[in-house]
């Protein structure tokens, strides 16, 4: 009996061996992306609809951005569009606007070159330029595109914007929509989403595999570093509790805290200054 049991425990430690091995050369084998926040506008806001419970006289100039994903063999993945529209340019007159195509060659990155956007949710200042980047292939929560709007484009839920439903409804005729069936996906090797976060009815943040570990891209899921720093909801959520969870599970899944990137806080050039002239590389 004894030997059986020592044979046996013999054979499970080689094959917990083995399987160790191969997990480890599956993480090895992920790409590694180079990870760029990308500032193309800032608007003045009021930190009280950033920050849940923040002093209302509190002023910020948010940064506008998009993320943009660098990785092997021509791949260039954004994490949300921005916005473009001159009715959205009239209405919020952004400062030091560029477009978000022009924006990204900054790093020598064509609009032709994008291949993926990774739409965060459908709010205009992230959904807007999708149809900037012709080429690219949009990936969005499969609840959060039915939640807002139909295949025809016809608006379900306010916070879509009517014009960008239009064309993310036309994108989707075109073959170029794929919707993500819910939490922990990798949609792209070396790239996850997860959702949770209520900023929206379906709203995901990003997970990306870089030579630092995992950068998670927040998105608005965390506005400003100050809703992670005191543990605080952001102040448009749909249900506070998901968005501090998901927040607090961001922590879990960065390599290192100070690689969660929230959606519009200026500081993350200042804390990431390199390569400069309203670029940040998150490393």
């Known amino acids: 009996m004894k030997l059986r049991q020592r044979s046996f425990s013999l054979a499970a430690a080689t094959i917990a ?52 994903l660098k990785g092997p063999n021509g791949r260039n993945v954004l994490v949300d569009a921005g ?55 949009i990936w969005i929560q499969r609840e959060e595109f039915d939640h807002h709007l139909d295949v025809t484009g016809v608006v379900r839920n306010r916070a879509v914007d009517s014009t960008d439903a239009k064309m993310l409804a036309q994108i989707g005729r075109d073959g170029r929509v794929s919707k993500i069936d819910g939490d922990d996906k990798e949609i792209i090797p070396g790239i996850r989403v997860y959702t949770g976060g209520k900023h929206t009815f379906a709203s995901q943040f990003v997970g990306v595999n870089t030579a630092a570990g995992t950068v998670v891209i927040a998105s608005d899921n965390a506005y400003l570093y100050e ?40 500081e993350v050039f200042s804390r990431f200054p390199s390569p400069g002239n309203g670029v940040a590389r998150i490393r």
């Open 83 to 137: 916005f473009y529209r001159d009715a959205f340019l009239s209405r919020w007159r952004p400062e030091d606007f560029v477009k978000p195509s022009d924006a990204v060659a900054k790093l020598g990155v064509s609009p032709e070159d994008v291949t993926d956007v990774i739409i965060s949710h459908v709010h205009w200042d992230h959904l807007d330029g999708a149809d900037l980047f012709p080429k690219a292939r």
């Open 17 to 68: 061996a083995f399987l160790c091995v191969v997990g480890t050369a599956a993480a090895q084998a992920a790409p590694q992306y180079e990870v760029y926040a990308i500032r193309f506008a800032s608007i003045p806001f009021r930190v009280a609809g950033l920050v849940a419970g923040a002093d209302t006289s509190r002023r910020l100039d948010i940064a506008m951005m998009v993320w943009l």
């Open 227 to 266: 809703n992670l720093a005191k543990k605080v909801a952001i102040a448009q959520t749909l249900d506070a509790a998901s968005n501090l969870k998901a927040q607090a599970r961001m922590a879990t899944l960065a390599a290192d805290p100070r690689l969660i990137v929230p959606g519009h806080d200026p």
